[in-house]
């Protein structure tokens, strides 16, 4: 059976220690012209559902990198927009002999129910509000970078939290190994299950990131927003914006993330997004790193579907 990387909730420590440092050794041979492995041979289905630059490009980048081939595929031009089932558009892709699916989809548990019928890896690039693996271990990569451990730091997820799966596997990660995750915003901005998540809830922007070592900021998601969730958004930037004002309360050294698409002067403005403390481009070229490792895990051990079935043939003859 072949992996998938459907989440970090149920990961364990090593396994995220091992991605991490898969991602490191590929940064360090690809900055130094070093070969990496090669998956060639394999071809990996992009299914994004929703919009993306950057975790798409960099699922690119990072395939090509390890000699991968890409299949891409446009929901609204596929026939699912007959009609067809994620269920049978994921055996069609199946019997096309694709490899690997990298799957972004706005309904929690989609890439799952995909990796159920699939019968190869599976990466999940974000599913609705649940998880976006990758994105936390590109975080988690910047950090490690910056700060040298993820043990002790004071972590802050400042923002819409409740619509956020960046959040969401962020906490994982960064409690397994060991930091104190803190998830400030607004009430209604807060899952309604965050006792169910590893963190602890502040609803006051000055005492959510006092002493943090990592302020990471989230995107008001407002295409997933039913509308009256918030004042206003002059409100909300006043009561929780980063800004050269506001980043005091945090460490002097303290880095500052966002895991992009950035909404300038909402969530934060141009003086801490653009400041020496921002970590928001380290962030993204991390991306590809850890992509590269996410795929080089999922297809450990797995042959290529054209491979097996040449290699499947004479088998069969020979059994007759
Ligand atoms: C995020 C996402 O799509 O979950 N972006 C990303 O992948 N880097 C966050 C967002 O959309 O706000």
Redesign the pocket.
């Known amino acids: 059976m072949s992996r998938n990387l459907l989440g970090i909730r149920h990961l364990e420590p090593e396994q995220i220690e091992h991605l991490l440092a898969m991602a490191k050794d590929f940064k360090k041979r690809v900055n130094l012209g070093k070969p990496v492995p090669s998956l060639g041979g394999h071809v990996l289905g992009m299914l994004f559902f929703e919009n993306?630059t950057?975790?798409r490009v960099s699922f690119e980048q990072a395939a090509s990198y390890l000699n991968l081939r890409t299949a891409n595929f446009a929901a609204q031009a596929s026939s699912m927009a007959k009609g067809e089932t994620l269920k049978d558009t994921v055996l069609t892709l199946r019997f096309e002999r694709l490899d690997g699916l990298v799957m972004r989809h706005k309904e929690s548990g989609a890439p799952t129910l995909a990796a159920r019928y699939f019968g190869g890896p599976v990466v999940n690039a974000?599913d609705g509000q649940h998880e976006?693996p990758t994105?936390a271990l590109a975080d988690a990569l910047t950090i490690l970078e910056r700060k040298g451990t993820l043990e002790g730091l004071v972590v802050a997820i400042v923002g819409d939290v409740d619509h956020?799966?960046?959040a969401r596997s962020n906490a994982w990660l960064l409690s397994k190994m060991g930091a104190e995750v803190r998830f400030v915003g607004p009430k209604t901005l807060m899952p309604s299950h965050t006792g169910m998540l590893p963190g602890q809830v502040f609803h006051d922007l000055a005492s959510g990131i006092a002493d943090a070592d990592v302020v990471m900021c989230?995107?008001l998601?407002k295409e997933r927003m039913d509308g009256g969730i918030i004042g206003s958004i002059a409100e909300y930037s006043k009561l929780y914006q980063i800004n050269k004002d506001t980043v005091k309360w945090a460490k002097r050294d303290c880095l500052v993330m966002h895991?992009?698409?950035l909404n300038r002067g909402i969530e934060l403005d141009d003086t801490a997004a653009d400041s020496e403390l921002s970590a928001i481009s380290a962030q993204v070229e991390n991306g590809i790193f850890v992509r590269m490792a996410a795929l080089a895990w999922v297809f450990e051990g797995v042959t290529p579907a054209r491979r097996v079935e040449q290699a499947a043939k004479p088998k069969d003859k020979a059994k007759k």
Do not use: A, D, E, K
Request: charged share 20%.
């Open positions: 993306s950057r975790t974000g976006h994105q956020s799966r960046v989230l995107r998601q895991p992009g698409p």
